[in-house]
């Protein structure tokens, strides 16, 4: 029963119409990354302004104020954020430490993914092809980890790494988010693995392949496909996380999200420079999900649903 | 279940001939590719709750290392169910999570259907739709008290703009009347695509048939909506109630971020109360009390739940 032509444009209007206002947040944070802050404290809110790269230089740099002559003396052959930064009356002092926690989110991003993927693969594997002693039960087990509030887990988790000296250390967070994801990535995974015909590995087998070549030569290729949406997975939990991050780490190894609300401005919070943060922290999910939009559903669910 | 001929032959082999062919037995193989995900698991899972556990009977603090540790009993959980400080967390908790589900259902599964109808570019829409779902829930957070600012805030210019009121006059974050809804507000736009994609995925999965088998006993479209569409969504929609039941329940990252709990503690949820009972004022004991208790709360609840939700998906 095809809907009729009129039941589709009512339909498509109301759903085009609710996707452009929940687009608009975002948006106004990637225009609001390229307004002057003037512009975007500006009332009426401005939609048609003259972009500038002032959030995103005050992002990257620290700075001070100059007097006139200093300004003077070195605004001769300064490069174009020097300018910039001139124009505001100040000279860069050094680089800020955004970079520093963008750094710390990929290395703990995808320290934490590449862990968990080989620990998930083979606990996946074993889950789906053997039979595991207590297997319903500790399937059961990893799920109910997700459970817990974080901040529940933090207390014990923050005595520990205190005596284990893994306080606000890469190590530390890598494990902290491998063992946090792992119950995702096996539930995905084990639904993955389900899927691959077992009667490839027994040819496999058959023909004089290990157990480990079967494995890796039959069935990780087989699962390519599960294995990379999985990755996407835990490496965007890992990049959005944000309780333990702001728990655990406040120096070294801090993440950029609990890093992206302290950046304040000279006179008030920086908005430009915020939304700057935001933008580059925030655009490579947005790829990533439309990356992933097939598998997005069961990613979401731990594979309870599947299309 | 493995139930071939290899595995059959593989157990029929005795244990050195098959290790010879094979290399490793498939049980030890077994064994080395699930233990380090237990062993993980249960350091940094397990071990922590029994220390939670252990830590809920004491009076230990953990800026005070060299007190005493003194075994309590139960007086942490006493005190706690005692003080109506915590009620007025639970009901702030109770009131975030009714609403954000209810608005997130009925818009979920409007959105659900309507693109159900499957007009053009509806792929594309979705995508966008989906967007804010799997981004950084703190530092959106973070961006949504800009777009919530008095005045200059594009919120409440919008609301300005369509309701005529001042957008100075109002502060979404700033009014303890307000603020409960703030963070409904900034949930909602963060998660229906949530329950949306779920509720989509149970449309899809109703056979074109039993539509086709009404419109033959000429059932009328409100008829068949009733009758077959929401009987056939229900499990998918009660899956979704409890992803978001169990999540919002957790909440911290996008609510800390937005209001901290302010102003006063209207939107103190539990995550952020305990929060700062463990991490600002260091009662560990006490705050492990805490914990435990809202630990059996989402456990015993869910299971109650998903014994409800198995018996729908058996009718």
Redesign the interface.
């Known amino acids: 029963?095809e809907?009729s032509g009129r039941?589709?444009?009512v339909?498509?209007i109301?759903?085009?119409g609710?996707?452009l206002i929940?687009?608009?947040?975002?948006l106004?944070?990637i225009a609001?990354g390229f307004k002057s802050p003037s512009d975007a404290?500006?009332?009426?809110?401005k939609v048609v302004f003259d972009p500038t790269l002032e959030g995103y230089v005050n992002l990257f740099t620290e700075r001070t104020r100059a007097t006139e002559e200093t300004l003077a003396q070195v605004s001769e052959g300064a490069t174009w954020y020097e300018a910039i930064v001139h124009d505001q009356g100040m000279v860069i002092a050094g680089p800020s430490r955004y970079g520093e926690r963008f750094m710390n989110s990929v290395i703990i991003g995808f320290g934490s993914t590449a862990l968990c993927m080989i620990?998930?693969t083979?606990?996946a594997?074993?889950?789906s092809?053997?039979?595991?002693p207590l297997k319903d039960d500790?399937l059961f087990?990893?799920l109910?980890?997700?459970?817990?509030?974080?901040?529940?887990?933090?207390?014990?988790?923050?005595?520990?790494f205190r005596s284990l000296g893994l306080n606000d250390t890469h190590l530390g967070m890598i494990?902290?988010y491998?063992?946090?994801n792992?119950?995702l990535s096996?539930w995905l995974l084990k639904g993955f693995i389900d899927e691959i015909p077992?009667e490839y590995?027994?040819a496999a087998?058959?023909d004089g392949y290990?157990?480990?070549q079967a494995f890796y030569k039959v069935v990780l290729p087989q699962a390519a496909t599960g294995i990379a949406s999985t990755a996407i997975f835990c490496l965007?939990f890992a990049?959005?996380e944000?309780?333990f991050a702001?728990?655990l780490t406040s120096g070294t190894a801090q993440t950029?999200?609990?890093f992206?609300?302290t950046i304040i401005g000279v006179s008030g919070k920086d908005?430009p420079a915020?939304?700057a943060g935001?933008t580059v922290?925030?655009v490579p999910?947005?790829v990533?999900?439309?990356l992933l939009?097939k598998h997005?559903?069961r990613g979401?669910?731990f594979g309870?649903?599947r299309? | 279940?493995?139930q071939?001929?290899?595995s059959k032959a593989a157990e029929a082999t005795p244990e050195p001939v098959a290790r010879r062919i094979?290399?490793?037995s498939?049980?030890s193989?077994?064994?080395?590719?699930?233990a380090?995900?237990?062993f993980?698991?249960l350091?940094?899972?397990i071990?922590?709750?029994l220390?939670?556990i252990w830590?809920s009977f004491t009076n230990y603090r953990?800026n005070r290392p060299n007190n005493d540790v003194d075994w309590v009993g139960l007086r942490n959980y006493e005190r706690i169910l005692s003080d109506p400080d915590i009620w007025n967390t639970m009901q702030a908790t109770a009131h975030f999570l009714f609403w954000t589900i209810l608005i997130q259902v009925l818009?979920g599964f409007t959105?659900a259907y309507?693109?159900n109808?499957?007009?053009?570019?509806?792929?594309l829409?979705?995508?966008?739709?989906?967007?804010?779902?799997?981004?950084?829930?703190?530092?959106?957070g973070?961006?949504?008290t800009?777009?919530y600012?008095p005045?200059?805030?594009?919120f409440n210019?919008a609301v300005g703009f369509l309701t005529g009121t001042d957008?100075a006059s109002f502060s979404m974050i700033g009014d303890v009347n307000l603020a409960p809804w703030a963070i409904v507000i900034a949930d909602t736009?963060m998660w229906?695509?949530?329950v949306m994609?779920?509720c989509?995925?149970g449309l899809?999965s109703i056979p074109?048939s039993l539509?086709?088998a009404a419109?033959c006993d000429r059932a009328s479209h409100w008829r068949q909506f009733w009758t077959i569409t929401v009987p056939m969504v229900l499990p998918?929609l009660m899956?979704a109630v409890l992803?978001r039941g169990?999540e919002n329940?957790?909440m911290?990252?996008l609510v800390v971020?937005l209001t901290g709990g302010g102003p006063g503690s209207v939107t103190e949820l539990?995550?952020i109360n305990?929060?700062r009972e463990?991490?600002e004022k260091w009662r560990?004991g006490y705050?492990?009390a805490?914990?435990v208790i809202?630990?059996v709360t989402?456990?015993g609840l869910?299971s109650i739940y998903v014994k409800a939700l198995n018996k729908v998906k058996q009718r």
């Not at chain 1, 929940?22 to 975002?26: G, K, R, S």
């Not at chain 1, 997700?146 to 988790?157: C, E, F, K, L, T």
């Not at chain 2, 193989?29 to 699930?34: E, P, Q, S, T």
């Not at chain 2, 109808?117 to 792929?123: E, S, T």
């Open positions: 029963m809907p039941t589709k444009w339909a498509s109301l759903v085009v609710y996707a929940t687009i608009i947040p975002l106004w944070i609001t404290i500006a009332y009426p809110p620990l998930g083979a606990a594997y074993a889950f092809r053997f039979r595991v500790l087990f990893i109910s980890t997700r459970m817990m509030p974080p901040i529940a887990v933090a207390i014990p988790i923050f005595l520990m494990l902290l491998t063992a946090v792992l119950s096996v077992i590995e027994e087998l058959i290990t157990r480990f965007i990049w959005n944000y309780a702001v728990l950029a999200p609990p992206i609300p908005w915020v939304a935001a922290f925030l999910v947005m990533f999900t439309i939009r997005l559903l979401i669910t309870a649903v299309k | 279940m493995i071939s001929q290899i094979r290399g490793l498939d049980r193989i077994a064994w080395i590719f699930v380090p995900t237990i993980l698991l350091a940094v899972n071990y922590p709750l220390r939670t830590l953990v818009i959105l309507l693109i109808k499957k007009f053009k570019g509806n792929n829409w979705t995508t966008i739709i989906v967007l804010p779902m799997m981004l950084s829930p703190a530092v959106v973070n961006f949504w800009f777009l600012q005045q200059i805030g594009l210019y957008p736009w229906t695509p949530f994609l779920i989509l995925a899809r074109e539509y086709e419109e998918f899956l992803f169990i329940f957790k911290f990252d971020q539990t995550s305990l929060k463990a991490f560990t705050s492990s805490y914990a809202l630990f989402v456990f869910a």
